[in-house]
C-alpha cells in the first residue's frame, strides 16, 4: 500500500477503511513538558511554551496524532472548583464548586475562550494546529466528560452516592444537563481552534467504580447526546474510561462515540469484537511499563495490541493513559517503531501476521 501522511491515514481509519499502517497517537503533557525542561505550571498556563513543548516532542518522534491537553481539572476551575497546578506534578482537584446538587442552578456556564486556564489550552491547540497543519493530527481535549465533571463539581461522594438514591435522580439528571453544555462549548471551541477531533475523561463512570446499571443510567444518555450534537458540527469524538471497561464497550460504541480509548487493563479481544465496525478503539500500552520496562518490552506489548485490535483496522496504537513525566523518551521511540513494524497492512488487512504461541502468553 503506498505510504500515506498521518492526516490521510488517520482519515482513513476513521472512515472504516484500511491505511498504510496503524496510526500512532501520544498521550504525553507531561512528558513534553519534562522533555523541554518547563515546569507543569508553566506548561498548563502558557500556551507558547505548551506548543512549543508539543511541537518539538512530535519533532522527536513523528507520531501521527498531537493530543492537546493541560491535565483534567481545567474546567472543573473554570467553574469555579478549588484546584492546583504544582510545579511538578499534574494539576489536582482540592474541592467542590458546589455543596449539593441542586446549587447547580448557581454555576455560571463556561466561556472557554475567557475562563480559567481554557484561553491557554486553546491557544496553544490554535498554534499546534497551525505548524503541524498537513503533518499530524490534532486532538484537542474536552477535558472532563459529563459524568465525571458532574462529580468534581459536587464531590465524588456526593455524587456518586446520588447515583443510587432514587430521591435524588431527578437533581441527577439536572446536573448532568448542566455538564453536559459544558462539554460541548468546550469540544466546539477546540474544533473552532483547529482540532481535527476532541476527547473526553470518564474515569468515574467505569466499572472500576461505578456499576454498569449506573453507567447506563447516568453517563451513557448524556454521552450519546454530546456525540450526537457534536456529529452535527462533523466533530468526531473519543471517550476514554480507566481502568477496565470491557462489560461496558458495547454501551460505548452505542454512544457513537467515532473513537474509544482503552486501558492496559481491559480485554483486548472482547472489546475488539463489540465495537468492530462502529468505534476505532485507540490504546492500550501499560503507562508503568511504559515508565519502568524495557524498550523491547513496550515494543512487544504494542506489537499484541496491534495485532488483538487492529487486524482489520479500526484500531489507532497509543498508550492505556497519559504518560508519567518521566517515562524514557526510548519507550515512545518503541511505540512508533512498533506501529512501523507491526502495523503494515494491506488491501487485505494487517500483513504481519505471525502468531506464535509464545507471543500470545
Given at each position: 500500500?503506498?505510504?500515506?501522511t498521518s492526516?490521510?491515514?488517520?482519515?482513513?481509519?476513521?472512515?472504516?477503511?484500511?491505511p498504510?499502517?496503524?496510526?500512532?497517537?501520544?498521550?504525553?503533557?507531561?512528558?513534553?513538558?519534562?522533555?523541554?525542561?518547563?515546569?507543569?505550571?508553566?506548561f498548563?498556563?502558557?500556551?507558547?511554551?505548551?506548543?512549543?513543548?508539543?511541537?518539538?516532542?512530535?519533532?522527536?518522534?513523528?507520531?501521527?496524532?498531537?493530543?492537546?491537553?493541560?491535565?483534567?481539572?481545567a474546567?472543573?476551575?473554570?467553574?469555579?472548583?478549588?484546584?492546583?497546578?504544582?510545579?511538578?506534578?499534574?494539576?489536582?482537584l482540592?474541592g467542590?464548586?458546589?455543596?449539593?446538587?441542586?446549587?447547580?442552578?448557581?454555576?455560571?456556564?463556561?466561556?472557554?475562550?475567557?475562563?480559567?486556564?481554557?484561553?491557554?489550552?486553546?491557544?496553544?491547540?490554535?498554534?499546534?494546529?497551525?505548524?503541524?497543519?498537513?503533518?499530524?493530527?490534532?486532538?484537542?481535549e474536552?477535558?472532563?466528560?459529563?459524568?465525571?465533571?458532574?462529580?468534581?463539581?459536587?464531590?465524588?461522594?456526593?455524587?456518586?452516592?446520588?447515583?443510587?438514591?432514587?430521591d435524588?435522580?431527578?437533581?441527577?439528571?439536572?446536573?448532568?444537563?448542566f455538564?453536559?453544555?459544558?462539554?460541548?462549548?468546550?469540544?466546539?471551541?477546540?474544533?473552532?481552534?483547529?482540532?481535527?477531533?476532541?476527547?473526553?475523561g470518564e474515569?468515574?463512570?467505569?466499572?472500576?467504580?461505578?456499576?454498569?446499571?449506573?453507567?447506563?443510567?447516568?453517563?451513557?444518555?448524556?454521552?450519546?447526546?454530546?456525540?450526537?450534537?457534536l456529529?452535527?458540527?462533523?466533530?468526531?469524538?473519543?471517550?476514554?474510561?480507566?481502568?477496565?471497561?470491557?462489560?461496558?464497550?458495547?454501551?460505548?460504541?452505542?454512544?457513537?462515540?467515532a473513537?474509544l480509548?482503552?486501558?492496559?487493563?481491559?480485554?483486548?479481544?472482547?472489546?475488539?469484537?463489540?465495537?468492530?465496525?462502529?468505534?476505532?478503539?485507540?490504546?492500550?500500552?501499560?503507562?508503568?511499563?511504559?515508565?519502568?520496562?524495557?524498550?523491547?518490552e513496550?515494543?512487544?506489548?504494542?506489537?499484541r495490541?496491534?495485532?488483538?485490535?487492529?487486524?482489520?483496522?479500526?484500531?489507532?496504537?497509543?498508550?492505556?493513559?497519559?504518560?508519567?513525566?518521566?517515562?524514557?523518551?526510548?519507550?515512545?521511540?518503541?511505540?512508533?517503531?512498533?506501529?512501523?513494524?507491526?502495523?503494515?497492512?494491506?488491501?487485505?488487512?494487517?500483513?504481519?501476521?505471525?502468531?506464535?504461541?509464545?507471543?500470545?502468553?
Amino acid at each position: 500500500m503506498e505510504h500515506m501522511t498521518s492526516p490521510e491515514r488517520v482519515r482513513r481509519v476513521l472512515a472504516g477503511d484500511l491505511p498504510d499502517r496503524v496510526p500512532v497517537m501520544a498521550q504525553n503533557f507531561q512528558n513534553t513538558a519534562y522533555l523541554a525542561g518547563i515546569s507543569l505550571d508553566e506548561f498548563c498556563h502558557n500556551p507558547r511554551l505548551m506548543a512549543e513543548a508539543q511541537i518539538a516532542a512530535w519533532e522527536r518522534f513523528r507520531y501521527d496524532i498531537v493530543d492537546v491537553e493541560n491535565g483534567t481539572v481545567a474546567a472543573a476551575g473554570a467553574l469555579g472548583c478549588e484546584v492546583e497546578y504544582p510545579k511538578d506534578q499534574p494539576p489536582r482537584l482540592l474541592g467542590p464548586a458546589i455543596q449539593r446538587l441542586e446549587d447547580v442552578s448557581k454555576l455560571e456556564p463556561i466561556d472557554p475562550t475567557r475562563d480559567g486556564t481554557l484561553p491557554a489550552l486553546l491557544e496553544a491547540t490554535r498554534l499546534i494546529a497551525q505548524a503541524l497543519k498537513g503533518r499530524a493530527c490534532v486532538l484537542g481535549e474536552a477535558d472532563q466528560g459529563p459524568f465525571n465533571l458532574a462529580a468534581m463539581l459536587v464531590g465524588m461522594e456526593n455524587f456518586l452516592l446520588a447515583t443510587v438514591d432514587p430521591d435524588q435522580w431527578d437533581a441527577v439528571h439536572r446536573l448532568l444537563e448542566f455538564t453536559t453544555e459544558q462539554c460541548r462549548r468546550l469540544a466546539l471551541a477546540q474544533a473552532d481552534a483547529g482540532a481535527d477531533f476532541t476527547q473526553i475523561g470518564e474515569p468515574l463512570a467505569g466499572p472500576d467504580l461505578s456499576s454498569p446499571r449506573v453507567y447506563r443510567q447516568f453517563a451513557f444518555p448524556f454521552e450519546k447526546r454530546l456525540v450526537e450534537d457534536l456529529k452535527v458540527r462533523g466533530i468526531p469524538l473519543c471517550i476514554h474510561v480507566c481502568g477496565n471497561a470491557t462489560r461496558i464497550m458495547g454501551d460505548l460504541a452505542d454512544t457513537g462515540a467515532a473513537m474509544l480509548q482503552t486501558d492496559s487493563k481491559v480485554d483486548m479481544a472482547r472489546c475488539r469484537e463489540v465495537t468492530m465496525g462502529r468505534s476505532v478503539l485507540i490504546g492500550n500500552v501499560d503507562t508503568t511499563l511504559m515508565a519502568t520496562g524495557m524498550p523491547e518490552e513496550v515494543e512487544r506489548a504494542a506489537r499484541r495490541a496491534i495485532q488483538v485490535m487492529g487486524r482489520r483496522g479500526w484500531f489507532i496504537l497509543s498508550s492505556g493513559c497519559t504518560i508519567g513525566a518521566t517515562t524514557p523518551a526510548a519507550s515512545t521511540e518503541a511505540l512508533v517503531a512498533a506501529a512501523e513494524r507491526y502495523g503494515r497492512y494491506d488491501e487485505h488487512g494487517l500483513v504481519d501476521g505471525g502468531e506464535s504461541e509464545d507471543f500470545h502468553r
